[in-house]
């Protein structure tokens, strides 16, 4: 019960703090957070927030996805299905950044601050580098049926690669980086971005694979994806912190480099 009930008020500050103040004031805000999400128990591994599942245990959140796209090029892994970003993504699910985004916070997901764009010289060539701070690591993995019925769970990426190197996202490119609340509005929930392949300050979570700046690289694994309207479940993951070389590192408060 005491759980439970600790559950019930970190949501309610959860949603407090992923978005402005100001969205409450705003009478025809077009997204907001669902109306009475609490985390209900089903057992002591698994909570249910809306349609989407989660390990407080494990730190682990689970929802269903269906396969959204298996040929075009894709600015997206994950959308939901309500916002316009859909027709660049891979999979598509009915449970909301927000109900995510939440889940996140109740399981105490710390989201990275590292860059997310390039900057670029008057000769369009990139200068400078990346900076990071190493937080926010996480897989993205895939519960499946394979075509000989059985089982199978994979990393999302593998379904992704680019069209130039023909190399696959692979298990540990993403980073939850947690979108962005601009004038009130949580830009994830704005454009239904859950996880991007083409890097998207927008998005809750992102990929920094090499050509993931560029929004005309990446394509399903035609051989590996399921066909359209195919039902999988998605796993996202929380992975360890990582070591950042010093010439990469984010400065702190302080004005120092550090993690």
Known sequence: MLLFNYFRLVAFLAIALIISPDVFSQANAPTKPPKDLKPLKVSDEE???????????????????RVNQNEVVLEFAIC????????????STKITPFEIQ???KLLRWQSSRRDIYRKFNEQGKPIGV??????????????HKGKDGKEITEPLGNWVHNA???????????TYTGSKVVDGYFLAAEDGAIAA???YEGSLCNTFNPGSDDDELWFPVAEKVPPIDTMVTVILKPLPDVKVPVGRQLENRTGKTGK
């Open 164 to 174: 130039t190197t023909k190399k696959v996202v692979g298990p540990g490119s993403w």
């Open 80 to 91: 939901d299905e309500f916002r316009g970003k859909l027709h660049e993504s891979l999979l």
């Open 130 to 143: 990346l900076k990071d701070d190493g937080k926010g690591r996480m897989a993205i993995l895939i519960r």
């Open 197 to 199: 392949v083409y890097r």
């Open 102 to 104: 939440i889940a996140m």
């Open 47 to 65: 909570y249910k927030l809306g349609k989407l599942s989660f390990n407080p245990k494990t730190r682990e959140i689970w929802f269903p996805c």
